[in-house]
């Protein structure tokens, strides 16, 4: 997959040779220098992920990374440190500033290239969800909202690869905060995930790494738990089994002996980034419901109604019932429109509860609603009809000072698959301004289509 690279680095031959390496293997390349650089090239370039070199004057790599990370428009790009140090409270210190990976000088391309190829697999998936949500925010239908940064309230599955890991990873997640479960063995791992979703599952490599990673394709493969946050355990010796893990889906990893501040480190920024997923997911989820749905009564509003008639008009044909509330304006003048608003939320209420739960109910205009019935034919959808008009005129609608009687009229019409939507609605309301004409508080059918 091609993408675009950001090298940040002081030292000009570094950035020609690396940029080199990037360009050979189909990557889109731009460099900077200098921190202040790096951040201005980040947000106007927008690159998929960025290299960070972190021994620079000034603005040294840790410094540019967390400015990275507090900027809204740049905090979910991946970053990698490149550096000569390898020192563990280095790596660790890169990984708390929000460092996605950290990579020694000189870079074995073997290495450089899986993380890359693993980074940008979850970017895209979040770059999706990002764009969705936000077209529904352009639209005022959500709010963006944050991500968690903790991890307390996590769930995470633990499966150990040895007895070197069983009881002590667990241990420490739990001492983070984290709701943490110990598998005894992968198809117990698999009975765990089934029964609760799983914030980040933790694998550690066996011996025989092979089946542990058969494993780890295994759980790709999985269509609910493909996009869980996979990190793996391995001893030294595993290094290409881990590269080779990095392909199959696996996105972070940690060596044994397990550093507590390193597997923390690398666990607080996978379990960020899947709550931020899960929370672009939830907005999308939010603005696509609000999107369809009437705020005042809860039914679904003219937008989706349409889209669904038109939909039943290509296979079954449809029955529409358009209902208009009788004497509405004199209802808000009198009571005011806080009655009127309970008078409408009523009236839906009736309504849904009395049509069946294939059939559609929703509010299309002020005080206009719309029934839409497959199946339902001649004398069948005028009883329905009927019996929608009784149940709203039987009883007055409460309110705080008192009752108010309503009654509604119907106009319903039927048609044959193929008929326009539009053409439908029109008949029904001819049916329903007869009705208004006829003296309200009754239901007439529109004759039935030519033949």
Request: glycine share 6%.
């Amino acid at each position: 997959m091609t993408a675009r690279i950001l090298v940040v680095d002081d030292v000009p031959a570094n950035v020609r040779l690396l940029a080199a390496r990037l360009s050979a293997e189909f990557y889109e390349v731009a460099s900077a220098s200098s921190g202040p650089e790096a951040l201005v090239k980040a947000a106007s370039w927008n690159p998929d992920i960025i290299l960070l070199d972190v021994m620079m004057p000034g603005m040294d790599g840790y410094e540019v990374c967390r400015e990275l990370k507090r900027d809204k428009a740049t905090a979910h790009i991946p970053v990698v440190m490149v550096t000569a140090l390898n020192d563990r409270q280095e790596r660790i210190r890169g990984l708390e500033a929000g460092a996605d990976d950290f990579l020694s000088k000189p870079v074995d391309d073997a290495t450089l290239f899986a993380r890359l190829r693993a980074l940008l697999r979850v970017k895209q998936v979040e770059d999706a969800w990002r764009m969705r949500a936000e077209a529904a925010r352009e639209l005022g239908l959500s709010e963006p909202a944050d991500a968690a940064a903790s991890t307390a309230g996590a769930f995470a599955v633990v499966v150990p690869g040895t007895e070197a890991d069983r009881g002590v990873l667990a241990d420490i997640l739990a001492r983070e905060g984290m709701t943490v479960e110990e598998a005894n063995g992968q198809e117990d791992a698999l009975a765990l995930l089934a029964d609760r979703d799983a914030d980040l599952i933790i694998l550690g490599l066996g011996p025989d790494g092979v089946q542990s990673l058969r494993f780890a394709s295994r759980l790709r493969a999985d269509s609910v738990l493909r996009d869980v946050p996979l990190l793996l355990v391995a001893d030294q010796a595993q290094k290409p089994l881990v590269l080779r893990g990095f392909d199959l889906g696996a996105n972070d990893h940690v060596l044994r002996p397990v550093d507590p501040a390193e597997l923390l480190a690398r666990v607080r920024n996978q379990v960020r980034r899947r709550r931020t997923q899960e929370m672009l997911r939830a907005d999308l989820d939010r603005s696509l419901e609000l999107a369809v749905t009437d705020s005042l009564t809860g039914l679904r509003n003219r937008r989706y109604a349409m889209r669904h008639l038109d939909g039943l008009m290509r296979s079954s044909g449809a029955t529409a019932m358009l209902i208009d509330v009788d004497r509405f304006k004199s209802i808000n003048d009198r009571f005011g429109h806080a009655a009127g608003d309970a008078v409408l939320r009523e009236i839906a209420d009736r309504l849904r509860a009395h049509v069946r739960a294939a059939d559609l109910v929703a509010r299309i205009g002020g005080e206009e609603f719309l029934v839409v019935a497959a199946g339902t034919s001649g004398e069948t959808g005028v009883c329905v009809a009927e019996r929608l008009r009784q149940v709203v005129a039987e009883r007055p609608v409460q309110i705080p000072d008192g009752e108010i009687p309503v009654t509604v009229s119907i106009g319903i019409a039927e048609a044959r698959p193929g008929t326009r939507a539009d053409m439908l609605l029109r008949r029904a309301d001819d049916a329903l301004y007869r009705a208004k004409e006829n003296g309200r508080n009754r239901v007439e059918a529109a004759p039935p289509e030519p033949s």
